[in-house]
T-cell receptor
Framework: NAGVTQTPKFRILKIGQSMTLQCTQD?????MYWYRQDPGMGLKLIYY???????DKGEVPNGYNVSRSTTEDFPLRLELAAPSQTSVYFC?????????FGPGTRLTVT | KQEVTQIPAALSVPEGENLVLNCSFT??????LQWFRQDPGKGLTSLLL?????REQTSGRLNASLDKSSGRSTLYIAASQPGDSATYLC???????????FGAGTTVTVRA
């Protein structure tokens, strides 16, 4: 099993550009999550999903959008990139309470 | 809302010393608590998950305890090794919520 995979690993965006961060899991988990991690801070929840077709906002959803058309995939969309979105983004999945994380995407907006 | 705190932010110990990492949380109705390890530039790896009905959970040299009444969890790492150098994060949900609140982590350096 690959677990949770994320692409790309690194990306540099210019202000105002858009991009999609991809996340795929092969564990048939119902729950999926997007977090961001800023230096010296804990992870903050951006969006989460309890199953295909169902998504909801976390603590810091502004500037982001998600969709969940399949159990496996949970892409995160940045529509108009801003410097404040420079961060490391982690996708995670779970069947119950124990969450499994992907390797992360390091995004820089300049 | 569950608030999770980890103090200290960083810790340096000589090889062989036992490590004690602290995690505090505000909502005593916590359903479980999870400890993670994060290596530089990497994702999070789950180490231990303690259910609210448990007081301890052990895996090899790792032992985690949970005291809901005092709002504390402690991760013990016995006989530390340089390979234990990493950032350790704890996280907990509300009583019936899968969404996690994370501490900022404790960065551990084990000196050879």
């Amino acid at each position: 099993n690959a677990g949770v995979t994320q692409t790309p690993k690194f990306r540099i965006l210019k202000i105002g550009q858009s991009m999609t961060l991809q996340c795929t899991q092969d564990m048939n988990h119902n729950y999926m999550y997007w977090y961001r991690q800023d230096p010296g801070m804990g992870l903050k929840l951006i969006y989460y999903s309890v199953g295909a077709g169902i998504t909801d906002k976390g603590e810091v959803p502004n500037g982001y959008n998600v969709s969940r058309s399949t159990t496996e995939d949970f892409p995160l969309r940045l529509e108009l990139a801003a410097p404040s979105q420079t961060s490391v983004y982690f996708c995670a999945s779970s069947y119950g309470y124990e969450q499994y994380f992907g390797p992360g995407t390091r995004l820089t907006v300049t | 809302k569950q608030e999770v705190t980890q103090i200290p932010a960083a810790l340096s110990v000589p090889e062989g010393e036992n490590l004690v990492l602290n995690c505090s949380f505000t909502d005593s109705a916590i359903y479980n608590l999870q400890w993670f390890r994060q290596d530089p530039g990497k994702g999070l790896t789950s180490l231990l998950l303690i259910q609210s009905s448990q007081r301890e959970q052990t895996s090899g040299r790792l032992n985690a305890s949970l005291d809901k009444s005092s709002g504390r969890s402690t991760l013990y790492i016995a006989a530390s090794q340089p390979g234990d150098s990493a950032t350790y994060l704890c996280a907990g949900p509300r009583s019936n919520d899968y969404k996690l609140s994370f501490g900022a982590g404790t960065t551990v350096t084990v000196r050879a």
